[in-house]
């Protein structure tokens, strides 16, 4: 099946930072969507972008679907940024809806 | 409009017990799915649904079942619970497959003691 891998795994920012989060994938994918995980567990979307870019805020996102890749930029980061970002990807022909990347958790401290 | 609804939020059982979750989906989406995050094994697909009928299911043992109802809710079931069963259970709504995007719901967090 198809593979997503997110990079990196924790981050640790002071607050007013930038960050860049990525998300590469195996094969060619119908969706993405960028997801925040708030401490009492729930899938919060940022993002629905299988290509092109998206501004919603500090937060932006990037999809080269062509180059199986994705990027979350976060902009002058606050401490409610704090999280773990997910990446997930579907696949027209897979038999699941939405295949996870592991995350990357961020810390901001003020 | 209403989001992805979930009950219970929290969820307390003995293992041998049985259990039965809730998801009610955006309305009007017929799409439902079912996730189970660990912290060992992240987020993994349990079922999907679409105007009742089951389209996919993950890697999980029978114990674990689904439904989906004429108005689109779903429930899941676990029979005879174990401990590794613990876990938070994230349910997923969409108008259909592909180019329209998933919303989650809170989750159920269930332990098992």
């Known amino acids: 099946g198809i593979q997503v891998e997110q990079s990196p795994p924790d981050l640790i920012l002071q607050e007013g930072a930038n960050s860049t989060l990525r998300c590469n994938f195996s094969d060619s994918v119908n969706n993405l969507q960028w997801f925040h995980q708030n401490p009492w567990g729930q899938l919060i979307n940022l993002f629905y972008?299988?290509?092109g870019t998206k501004q919603n805020g500090r937060l932006s996102a990037t999809t080269v679907a062509t180059e199986r890749y994705s990027l979350l930029y976060i902009s002058s980061s606050q401490t409610t940024d704090s999280g773990v970002y997910f990446c997930?990807?579907?696949?027209?022909?897979?038999?699941?809806?939405?295949?996870f990347g592991k995350g990357t958790r961020l810390s901001v401290i003020a | 409009k209403a989001g992805v609804t979930q009950t219970p939020r929290y969820l307390i059982k003995t293992r041998g017990q049985q259990v039965t979750l809730s998801c009610s989906p955006i309305s009007g989406h017929r799409s439902v799915s079912w996730y189970q995050q660990t912290p060992g094994q992240g987020l993994q697909f349990l079922f999907e649904y679409f105007s009742e009928t089951q389209r996919n299911k993950g890697n999980f043992p029978g114990r674990f079942s689904g439904r989906q109802f004429s108005n689109s809710r779903s429930e899941m079931n676990v029979s005879t619970l174990e401990l590794g069963d613990s876990a938070l259970y994230l349910c997923?709504?969409?108008?259909?497959?592909?180019?329209?995007?998933?919303?989650f719901g809170s989750g159920t967090r269930l332990t098992v003691v």
């Open positions: 997930a990807v579907e696949q027209n022909s897979g038999n699941t809806p939405l295949v």
């Open positions: 972008i299988p290509s």
């Open positions: 997923a709504s969409s108008l259909d497959r592909a180019f329209w995007g998933y919303t």
